[in-house]
T-cell receptor, first 112, second 115 residues
Framework: AQSVTQPDIHITVSEGASLELRCNYS??????LFWYVQSPGQGLQLLLK??????LVQGIKGFEAEFKRSQSSFNLRKPSVHWSDAAEYFC??????????FGAGTILRVKS | GAVVSQHPSWVICKSGTSVKIECRSL??????MFWYRQFPKQSLMLMAT?????????EQGVEKDKFLINHASLTLSTLTVTSAHPEDSSFYIC???????????FGPGTRLTVL
C-alpha cells in the first residue's frame, strides 16, 4: 500500500533563510508526487507535482522539489522563505485514479 | 485558479443529529468528487469517491450508511453525516476533479464538532 512520511511535524525558520521540507514515500510503481500548502480557512493549494521527466520540479511561489528514486524522497525546497510562507505543507503520492495518499503534514513557522 | 466552495465552513451539532455538507465547483464541472477527512494533527484520509450520477465508492472502514454522499450534478456534491457522534468531529474536505482538464482541486473544508 502507498504511504507518505513527513518526518518533521513542525519547522521554524527565519525569514530569508532557506527551507527544506522532507517527504519519503512508499509506492510500488512510478509515483506521481505532489506538494500542497494549506493556510487556515483556505483549501489545499497545489505547489508542484512530479509525474515524469526532469527530477527537479519547479513550482509556484519560488518552491522546487527534487524526486530521488533511490531515496524514495521528494523534498520541498525554497532558497529564501518569506513570512507569508507560514502554513502547513502536505506531501502526497498519487494512487490509482487520482486518489491521493497524504503525509501527516509539516507546519512551517517563519520568525522575523 | 478554480473555485471550490464548501458550506457550512463550520458546524456544531448535538449527538444523534444529521449534518449535511455541500461542496460546489463554481467554474468547472466536477466529474469526480473525493471526500476526505482530517483529524487534528493528522493527515487527510480519503473517505469515498463519487462520480456524477453514480453511487459512491467508500474506502475500507468508512460506513456508507453513516456518510451519505450525493453527487447528483456536475457542480454539487453533498456529504451527510447521519446520527453524528463525537468521534465524527473532524475537518471534512471535498476535492473535485475538473473533468475537462483532469485537474484536482480542494474545498476550504468544513469543521464539524459533535457535542
Amino acid at each position: 500500500a502507498q504511504s507518505v512520511t513527513q518526518p518533521d511535524i513542525h519547522i521554524t525558520v527565519s525569514e530569508g533563510a532557506s527551507l527544506e521540507l522532507r517527504c519519503n514515500y512508499s509506492y510500488g510503481a512510478t509515483p506521481y508526487l505532489f506538494w500542497y500548502v494549506q493556510s487556515p480557512g483556505q483549501g489545499l493549494q497545489l505547489l508542484l507535482k512530479y509525474f515524469s521527466g526532469d527530477t527537479l520540479v519547479q513550482g509556484i511561489k519560488g518552491f522546487e522539489a527534487e524526486f530521488k528514486r533511490s531515496q524514495s524522497s521528494f523534498n520541498l525546497r525554497k532558497p529564501s522563505v518569506h513570512w507569508s510562507d507560514a502554513a502547513e505543507y502536505f506531501c502526497a503520492v498519487g494512487a490509482d485514479g487520482n486518489k491521493l495518499v497524504f503525509g501527516a503534514g509539516t507546519i512551517l513557522r517563519v520568525k522575523s | 485558479g478554480a473555485v471550490v466552495s464548501q458550506h457550512p465552513s463550520w458546524v456544531i451539532c448535538k449527538s444523534g443529529t444529521s449534518v449535511k455538507i455541500e461542496c460546489r465547483s463554481l467554474d468547472f464541472q466536477a466529474t469526480t468528487m473525493f471526500w476526505y477527512r482530517q483529524f487534528p494533527k493528522q493527515s487527510l484520509m480519503l473517505m469515498a469517491t463519487s462520480n456524477e450520477g453514480s453511487k459512491a465508492t467508500y474506502e475500507q472502514g468508512v460506513e456508507k450508511d453513516k456518510f451519505l454522499i450525493n453527487h447528483a450534478s456536475l457542480t454539487l456534491s453533498t456529504l451527510t453525516v447521519t446520527s453524528a457522534h463525537p468521534e465524527d468531529s473532524s475537518f471534512y474536505i471535498c476535492s473535485p476533479i475538473d473533468g475537462g482538464h483532469n485537474e484536482q482541486f480542494f474545498g476550504p473544508g468544513t469543521r464539524l464538532t459533535v457535542l
